[in-house]
């Protein structure tokens, strides 16, 4: 098999391999909003798309030439002069000089995407805090006294003894 067909073979493989690994089910649990779960099909969709044409179209190796079914059709002299020309066509084996350049950008925004990760996670605690206290608050409201609410909220209670000092009653 020529480098080229070699080539993509192992990028078929590879893509067949990572295909078989992606949680799907896992990641479309995720998405939150009907825009996201559109658009995450539309990505799958493709993907099963491409992997699909990389496993037919070009995982199979091609049928070997019959050359001698064509030399007794046509002549030996043509498909001789065919023949060395088919054998003497050398396909360039691919260089990859995108991926080095774009390795390390692309590591780079992995660590951003971490750190986002991180921060996202830890504004979600705070929030989900934030959530139990407004849920407990709300179920206490109707009973609560003053004096319980301002032991939550002291800087409530110095800024009305100002104004209840200070004579303002808001009008």
């Known amino acids: 098999m020529s480098g080229a067909g070699k080539k993509v073979m192992d990028v078929a493989n590879l893509t067949f391999k990572v295909g078989k690994k992606i949680d799907w089910d896992g990641m479309a649990k995720l998405m939150v909003s009907e825009e996201a779960r559109k658009e995450f099909a539309n990505l799958r969709r493709a993907f099963d798309e491409v992997n699909q044409t990389l496993e037919t179209k070009f995982?199979?190796?091609?049928?070997?030439?019959?050359?001698?079914?064509?030399?007794?059709?046509?002549?030996?002299?043509?498909?001789?002069?065919?023949?060395?020309?088919?054998?003497?066509?050398?396909?360039?084996?691919?260089?990859d000089t995108v991926t080095p350049e774009y390795k390390p950008k692309f590591d780079a925004l992995l660590v951003e995407l971490k750190e986002a990760e991180e921060k996202s996670l830890k504004e979600s605690e705070r929030l989900e805090k934030e959530i139990a206290e407004v849920q407990e608050m709300k179920k206490k409201i109707a009973t609560m006294t003053a004096d319980e609410y301002f032991e939550k909220h002291p800087e409530l209670r110095k800024k009305f003894d100002d104004e209840i000092r200070n004579d303002y009653w808001g009008y």
């Open 59 to 95: 995982s199979q190796e091609p049928e070997p030439i019959d050359w001698e079914y064509y030399r007794k059709g046509i002549g030996s002299r043509l498909v001789d002069m065919y023949k060395e020309a088919y054998d003497n066509v050398k396909i360039p084996k691919y260089v």
